[in-house]
């Protein structure tokens, strides 16, 4: 039971870390446009 | 670098956070928007004391900002005529620069604490490119939130009552949950908050209002709960909500865009530069920059820059995203170039005519624009419900929660019947109906008219450049001594390719084909064309003037224009105002969808009643002159009928505005596209039957979409003041019924088969159909 005092603040801080690495994705511009990546897998470029 | 783009974005995140209006300090000074040459790529002068103008709305966030935006720029002395749009965050306004400025106006909507932006298509793509981030952004703060608060609370869940956990865990856990709430609530909530604080400023209320309320009542019980170490917490049924409430309205925002996408390709028919030549030189100058007399050059796969006449050159050119026609059109010295058509073959110099505001694209965008000014009225009859209910929720949770004494079910109230479905019901079917259209050569000016359309219990057809193609055209061919009859027309359109006579229209066959090499042409001014083809001499034109060359006189004496070589005569053309080739499958199609079809005209009766009979219209008057077409029409809507007009031309502009609802062909008079609710605008009358359709099902879905959102709203409010249902399933119920309301309206509006492909020429990204 006493490792849930360490667990539950350490849970906090990964959501805010999570959080952050989701933030970066999405500035970088990862979300951008959702319809066209489902597109590019009919048009394969490679031959 | 990472550290750099953390700071901007928490710069971001606090401003979200604290802001409740626009930071002035950030936007550009107003006063820019009335310097005249800015102006003159978004600001339009129908009349000598009339701008008009259309502005990007910023921050609108629900039906209730559009009618409090309307307002501000209505009370704005000098403002003719105002109207907003929700889909697509444009409010349309004209204006008398006597009285007023495009500043003061822009000033305004500052006032009342929204932005605007002059339209400018790359401006309005970086607005929905952050609109769409931090939309993902608090979407997924909410959920993620959410997820780790339940967490949290499930041991309490578990444990209640039986004592296995400890009073110092639980507090912990609460604890814990506060501090991710409390970002949820305040970052990603922050839109209903700043909404409905915007609107408690000026004492109304608006669909945030009862969100926030909702929200920020269960926030502040259970912080209260935590902090005093008693009570229940309910932070995992608030993140849930935030998270629900936050993904029907990040759907709903990507919708609108992807119909505000599809409108505007209309603004980017234009290409932003062209090469203009000048004294030998080549220049490289803003497409906005021409003016009607310059010469441009257009390389081969360039878009044409401005209305204008090819001068040098042979190619063809793809007109699709103005007409809706796939198929390219042959152009030649002399033929007209329209603006934001694609030269697909060869370079080629043109001589401007129209440029900038002035072109054709320009003219058909600002009457869409426009199209969304006047809804259909059952969409504003659902806008003032909607405002109604809103007033009824917040009084019935008030009084759910005295007579209750419990917090929740007012909590419940408030967000289970949020109105928001009934708003959402109609702007984006609306929207994604007159980009339908317009990609089928229709272009909608009132997206009223889907309502009369779809209404409409009788068509009235106007004959001549309705029925007809208005212009001469070759209705039969007779040949003669063996001469086949395809080498003939061929010959013939080579032959009358540059001869300016109004018969010689007919021979100017759009299509492109082999044409026989022509030399030595000769214009026979009011006789015909005389020329050496293959080496033989070959004369066009009248007869008398064939007849020196053919030698001997003509076998057939009715025709209007011959065809003859040196010795013998080839063909006779006889020309006349043709029958557009698709008119009568379309009066089939219209006749079986069960529409009374009306022939008037202002022709020979004896000619209008053949092309009755010929094409199976039952009713038609011949020789009407407008005020009979006039009559006609009052007389059928005075009998009950619900009266759809086809016309062209300027006879019919006033019977036009009298119907319920009009077409417009493309081709006709400027006037008659004014009064018109919808244009043609690839001159083609089978987009008549594309727009009846697309109106009966747009109109079907909007009525789909009223009827789910009101029978909903209907059933949540009595079963959430009752207290049968709790906040979270209140939440679920409400997200839900926006989801399918949001769904719904992406439903496709045509028949299967019907879709076309954008053109491979299109510079729209989305390979989506819709």
């Given at each position: 039971m006493e490792s849930l005092a360490l667990l539950i603040p350490l849970s906090v801080a990964l959501v805010f870390l999570i959080g952050w690495i989701f933030w970066r994705a999405l500035e970088g511009g990862q979300f951008d446009d959702l319809e066209r990546p489902a597109h590019d897998i009919l048009m394969d470029d490679d031959k | 670098m990472a550290r750099t783009i953390v700071a901007a974005g928490f710069e971001k995140y606090y401003e979200a956070r604290a802001a409740?209006?626009?930071?002035?300090?950030?936007?550009?000074?107003?006063?820019?928007?009335?310097?005249p040459l800015a102006q003159r790529e978004f600001v339009a002068a129908p009349g000598e004391h009339v701008r008009e103008a259309t502005l990007i709305l910023d921050r609108i966030r629900c039906a209730a900002c559009l009618w409090l935006n309307e307002q501000a720029l209505r009370r704005v002395p000098g403002v003719l005529r105002a109207d907003v749009n929700f889909t697509t965050q444009r409010a349309s306004i004209a204006w008398d620069p006597r009285v007023t400025r495009l500043s003061t106006i822009v000033a305004a909507i500052r006032a009342v604490g929204y932005d605007a932006y002059p339209f400018d298509p790359r401006r309005g793509d970086a607005l929905a490119r952050r609109e769409r981030r931090r939309a993902l952004w608090r979407l997924f703060v909410a959920g993620f939130g959410a997820l780790q608060v339940m967490m949290y609370a499930w041991p309490a869940y578990v444990d209640a009552g039986a004592g296995t956990l400890s009073e110092q865990a639980a507090a912990l856990m609460r604890w814990a949950s506060l501090v991710i709430t409390t970002p949820v609530l305040v970052f990603s909530c922050g839109p209903f908050f700043r909404g409905a604080w915007q609107d408690a400023k000026r004492r109304r209320i608006s669909l945030d209002t009862p969100i926030a309320l909702g929200l920020a009542a269960g926030f502040a019980a259970s912080a209260w709960a935590t902090l005093a170490g008693t009570g229940e917490v309910y932070f995992d049924s608030i993140a849930m909500l935030a998270f629900l409430l936050l993904g029907a309205r990040t759907a709903e925002l990507f919708a609108r865009q992807r119909a505000g996408r599809e409108l505007d390709r209309l603004a980017r028919w234009m290409p932003s530069s062209a090469l203009r030549l000048r004294g030998g030189t080549e220049e490289r100058v803003p497409a906005h920059a021409l003016a009607a007399g310059d010469r441009v050059r257009v390389a081969a796969g360039e878009r044409v820059p401005a209305d204008g006449v090819l001068e040098e050159g042979a190619s063809s050119a793809d007109e699709s995203l103005l007409t809706g026609e796939s198929r390219p059109v042959a152009k030649r010295a002399g033929a007209a170039l329209v603006g934001g058509s694609v030269n697909l073959e060869q370079p080629l110099v043109m001589r401007v005519t129209r440029a900038g505001a002035d072109t054709r694209a320009a003219a058909i965008g600002r009457l869409v624009e426009r199209a969304a000014a006047a809804r259909p009225a059952l969409v504003e009859r659902a806008d003032r419900l909607a405002r109604l209910l809103t007033h009824v929720v917040i009084v019935t949770a008030a009084l759910a929660w005295a007579l209750s004494g419990n917090v929740w079910i007012a909590v419940a109230v408030l967000v289970a019947t949020c109105p928001c479905a009934l708003a959402l019901a109609a702007p984006i079917v609306l929207t994604r109906a007159g980009a339908q259209l317009l990609a089928r050569g229709a272009a909608l000016t009132r997206s009223r008219a889907l309502e009369t359309l779809d209404r409409a219990t009788d068509v009235v057809l106007d004959k001549t450049?309705?029925?007809?193609?208005g212009g001469p055209a070759i209705a039969r061919v007779a040949t003669f001594a063996g001469a086949d009859d395809a080498g003939c027309r061929m010959l013939a359109a080579a032959l009358e390719?540059?001869?300016?006579?109004?018969?010689a229209r007919a021979f100017h066959d759009r299509r492109v084909g082999q044409r026989p090499t022509v030399r030595e042409l000769r214009n026979e001014a009011g006789q015909g064309v005389e020329a050496r083809v293959d080496g033989r001499l070959v004369r066009i034109g009248a007869q008398r003037f064939c007849a020196a060359l053919a030698g001997s006189p003509a076998p057939e004496t009715h025709a209007q224009v011959y065809l003859a070589a040196q010795g013998r005569w080839l063909a006779a053309f006889f020309i006349e105002d043709a029958l557009r080739p698709e008119a009568e499958g379309v009066v089939r199609e219209l006749a079986a969808r069960g529409l009374r079809l009306h022939l008037v005209s202002g022709d020979d009766p004896a000619i209008v009643g053949a092309l009755a009979a010929r094409l199976g219209i039952g009713h038609w008057t011949g020789g009407a002159t407008p005020q009979d077409k006039l009559d006609y029409v009052a007389r059928l809507q005075a009998a009950g009928h619900v009266v759809a007009m086809v016309g062209d031309g300027l006879n019919d502009a006033p019977v036009l505005a009298r119907a319920d609802a009009s077409v417009a062909m493309g081709a006709g008079a400027d006037a008659a596209q004014l009064q018109a609710d919808a244009v043609l605008t690839a001159d083609r009358l089978g987009a008549l039957q594309d727009l009846l359709e697309i109106s009966r099902r747009a109109m079907r879905l909007v009525r789909q979409n009223l009827g789910w959102a009101l029978a909903y709203n209907a059933l949540a409010l009595p079963a959430a003041a009752l207290g049968w249902i709790g906040p979270w399933e209140a939440a679920l119920g409400m997200s839900a019924s926006s989801f399918i309301v949001v769904l719904n309206a992406l439903r496709p509006l045509a028949r299967k088969g019907q879709w076309k492909a954008s053109p491979s020429s299109s510079p729209s990204r989305s390979l989506s159909y819709s």
């Open positions: - | 409740a209006g626009v930071r002035p300090e950030l936007l550009p000074p107003a006063e820019v928007y009335d310097d450049g309705t029925l007809t193609q390719s540059s001869s300016t006579h109004p018969l």
